[in-house]
T-cell receptor, first 115, second 120 residues
């Protein structure tokens, strides 16, 4: 069956350290993979996209890797800050009918950065 | 900066009642999505529109849920009758038409603040 798994436990790290979040998937062939941030009571906010032919993508303190052989993406936040505390969702971009695209989300990892 | 608007933000209803949620996407976005998110889980797609047409409603419980986007702009999601298990956050999102804009669009989705539904 198709499955997307993120870090099953909440992740707590100390301020200034690098947070690494994992997204594993089975029985999907995504064209792209996206990461979103979601704060309590709010909708998700897009952070980064990585294509299947890209190994790594960076944006400021964020870095995403994508290994289609392992079917895994890693999401890193360097020099983490308490303001980075949120739930982070990975989402697979799948092709649907015609030109439509769909996102299939993982359940998210709740990150807490301790001061 | 343009945002997706949703109303109401919170809705409390009793089971067997009807509820309706409204979404106004970012101007010019051809694709509109309705998601349901249960606490502790990721958003689950209910229905996807391209302009006024339904592209995918395979996960929409059609015996009680309906969605429309009559003029290809704003959209309404309705539940009738509501059940206890419908308690969740209902999120609306919009995105550009694939290929629109500079180069190819990568289908970034812009989410609204959501409607928190509680069914008693």
């Amino acid at each position: 069956s198709q499955k997307i798994e993120q870090n099953s436990e909440a992740l707590n790290i100390q301020e200034g350290k690098t947070a690494t979040l994992t997204c594993n998937y089975t029985n999907y062939s995504p064209a792209y993979l996206q990461w979103y941030r979601q704060d309590p009571g709010r909708g998700p906010v897009f952070l980064l996209l990585i294509r299947e032919n890209e190994k790594e993508k960076r944006k400021e303190r964020l870095k995403v890797t994508f290994d289609t052989t392992l079917k895994q993406s890693l999401f890193h936040i360097t020099a983490s800050q308490p303001a980075d505390s949120a739930t982070y969702l990975c989402a697979l971009v799948l092709f649907s009918s015609g030109s439509a695209r769909q996102l299939t989300f993982g359940s998210g990892t709740q990150l807490t950065v301790l001061p | 900066e343009a945002e997706v608007a949703q109303s109401p933000r919170y809705k409390i209803t009793e089971k067997s009642q009807a509820v309706a949620f409204w979404c106004d996407p970012i101007s010019g976005h051809a694709t509109l999505y309705w998601y349901r998110q249960i606490l502790g889980q990721g958003p689950e797609l209910l229905v996807q529109f391209q302009d006024e047409s339904v592209v995918d409603d395979s996960q929409l419980p059609k015996d009680r849920f309906s969605a429309e986007r009559l003029k290809g702009v704003d959209s309404t999601l309705k539940i009738q009758p509501a059940e206890l298990g419908d308690s969740a956050m209902y999120l609306c999102a919009s995105s550009r038409r694939w290929g629109q804009g500079s180069g190819r669009s990568y289908n970034e989705q812009f989410f609204g603040p959501g409607t928190r539904l509680t069914v008693l």
